[in-house]
Each structure stands twice: as C-alpha cells, then as structure tokens.
C-alpha cells in the first residue's frame, strides 16, 4: 500500500519534474529541478553525475528534504495543484549509479483529492 492516495499518484506519474530541496548542515538551502519517479510510497531521482551535486553533499551530512510537484490545473479559474513531501533521503545504488530515495514522513496536497474548483483544500497527513 502506498502512502499517496490513488489521485496523488496518478498526478505524480503525470508530472516531469519536482523541485528537490535539500539544505547543509549549517542550514544554507539549496533547491534544484529535477526528473523523479514514484516508487511505492518513495520517490526515487537520479540523473547525470550527481555526485557533482551540492544536493548530493547535502544529503550526505543532512538527510532531510523537501520535495515539491506543482503546477496550474487551470489559470481561468485559478486552480493550482500540487504535493509536498516531507521526509528522509538515502542515497542508494542503482545499477552502478548513485540515486535519491525519499521516504516520506509529512505528504501535503492541494487540489489533487478534492478537485472542487475555487481555493484548493490543502490536505497534510503524517506518513508512519
């Protein structure tokens, strides 16, 4: 069982990119666009040598992120829509290739499970 709901995955799979927010151990933050798949109740995001990464420094001494994926169901009516997470990074071994994997501990989400137009019901659960 996943812990994103049926409709939250279903955005996930329809979305290219989430932004990756990772911060050092001395708090300075660093966010970055980056390409992610869904992974039972993880995100996983590789890519092009990120051991080059300051995201990849960070999570090594900080372990903690913050990933979003948003965007704009509709500008007339304004309708965002977007996922939070909130929670631990591993790096991990891919095929010969280090990747993330982000566990989550808080998902937040808006306009995703309840779709009725106007201001979007923001919905924040913890992950267990």
Known sequence: M???TT??????????LMR???AS???RPDVAPVVFE????????????VTHTVRYRNVQKNPRASVVVDDLASMNPWSPRGIKVIGSVAIEDAGG???FRITPEVIVSWGINDT???IPKME???VR
Do not use: N
Request: no cysteine; proline share 10%; net charge negative.
């Open 7 to 16: 409709a939250e995955l279903e955005y996930l799979k329809s979305q290219p």
């Open 25 to 27: 151990p001395s708090g």
């Open 38 to 49: 869904v992974d039972g109740s993880d995100i996983t995001s590789a890519g092009f040598d």
């Open 2 to 4: 996943s812990a994103f």
């Open 97 to 99: 290739s280090p990747r």
């Open 124 to 126: 924040r659960r913890e």
């Open 20 to 22: 990756f927010a990772t």
């Open 116 to 118: 009725t137009p106007g």
